[in-house]
């Protein structure tokens, strides 16, 4: 089966500026993740989404990041302005619920994002 | 709150040598428990997961981790590690709900 597909892989923008990045998970999985790896940590989630619901986006910077997921299959992660501290790989994850009721991630190659 | 640590920032294993790469979570039930790989410039792949059962689960790429309620540990393994391996490791839990990383055990592998 395709994976994720994320697009671009790379991005360099000045702060203030913005920036948009593109997902398209495994046919079928319901749920989509984007996730914020910085450089030395391990990935944080922003925002799931279930179809086209918003599941959990606790930790979306609501101020400036946006994300949406239309029509249930394809979605945009969005930084308005952009800062310097959002300097990161951007990765997108698909899942299929399982028999068991776990969520198996499948990640995309992710966005590396600098901001200058 | 639901956390994963990873007490080991970076080890460095002579090829052919065994690996145990550490993971400590903490969680009021049993978790969902999952190790991933990172090669540079790549997204995370899968190794291996535990959900329930026998606390030994394998994985791709010859690793194995093992599920230790008494210790809250689940700790990755190789018998015999290749110039390849070299990576970031991630121990992760969670599942049906918010999946939450550690940050992560870089390996380097020395000839």
């Known amino acids: 089966e395709a994976g994720v597909a994320q697009s671009p892989r790379y991005k360099i923008i000045e702060k203030r500026q913005s920036v948009a990045f593109w997902c398209n998970p495994i046919?079928?999985?319901?749920?989509l993740y984007w996730y914020q790896q910085i450089l030395g940590q391990g990935p944080k989630l922003l925002i799931q989404?279930?179809?086209?619901?918003?599941?959990?986006d606790s930790q979306l910077p609501k101020d400036r990041f946006s994300a949406e997921r239309l029509k249930g299959v394809d979605s945009t992660l969005k930084i308005q302005p952009a800062k310097l501290e959002d300097s990161a790989v951007y990765l997108c994850?698909?899942?299929?619920?399982?028999?068991?009721?776990?969520?198996?991630?499948?990640f995309g190659a992710g966005s590396r994002l600098t901001v200058l | 709150a639901q956390s994963v640590t990873q007490p080991d920032i970076h080890i460095t294993v002579s090829e052919g040598a065994s690996l145990e790469l550490r993971c400590n979570y903490s969680?009021?039930?049993?978790?969902?428990l999952f190790w991933y790989v990172q090669s540079p410039g790549q997204g995370l792949q899968l190794l291996l997961k535990?959900?329930?059962?026998?606390?030994l689960v394998q994985g791709i790429k010859g690793f194995e981790a093992e599920f230790k309620r008494s210790q809250s540990s689940f700790n990755l393994r190789k018998p015999s590690v290749h110039w390849s391996d070299a990576a970031e490791y991630f121990c992760?839990?969670?599942?049906?709900?918010?999946?939450?990383f550690g940050t992560g055990t870089r390996l380097t592998i020395i000839p």
């Open positions: 994850a698909s899942s299929l619920l399982t028999a068991s009721g776990a969520n198996v991630l499948t």
């Open positions: 046919s079928g999985h319901a749920t």
């Open positions: 989404f279930q179809n086209n619901g918003v599941v959990d």
């Open positions: 969680y009021g039930a049993t978790p969902y």
């Open positions: 535990y959900f329930s059962g026998d606390t």
């Open positions: 992760a839990g969670g599942g049906n709900e918010k999946l939450t």
